[in-house]
Nanobody, 116 residues
Framework: EVQLVQSGAELRNPGASVKVSCKAL????????IDWVRQAPGQGLEWMGR????????KYARNFQDRVTFAADTSTNTAYVGLTSLRIEDTAVYCC?????????WGQGTQVTVSV
């Protein structure tokens, strides 16, 4: 059974950094991309980009090219998203996902709250 298990909620001050993890279970980690999306309060889903765990190849959405880093650790089958210089408007639920022909699998989401 494919599962993506994410790390717990985070609270940060503006200007700080955060890293969210996504552990892949039930499939060969290097065989499929991991996508990252976020949803801010009252907003729609925003695609942040993706990583290919096989070679750590990345693609970033234009809005996230400067402050976001994706990583994948094949020894633990875990993907990461790091966000620096956090702003209040980065408050959102961050989700990882992997896509198959049969559909998408999603992590449970990680709440990141940026507050003074």
């Amino acid at each position: 059974e494919v599962q993506l298990v994410q790390s717990g909620a985070e609270l940060r001050n503006p200007g700080a950094s955060v890293k969210v993890s996504c552990k892949a279970l039930g499939y060969i980690f290097t065989s499929y991309y991991i996508d990252w999306v976020r949803q801010a309060p009252g907003q729609g889903l925003e695609w942040m980009g993706r990583i290919d765990p096989e070679n750590n190849g990345t693609k970033y959405a234009r809005n996230f090219q400067d402050r976001v880093t994706f990583a994948a650790d094949t020894s633990t089958n875990t993907a990461y998203v790091g966000l620096t210089s956090l702003r209040i408007e980065d408050t959102a639920v961050y989700c990882c996902a992997t896509t198959r022909n049969s559909g998408d699998y999603w992590g449970q989401g990680t709440q990141v709250t940026v507050s003074v």
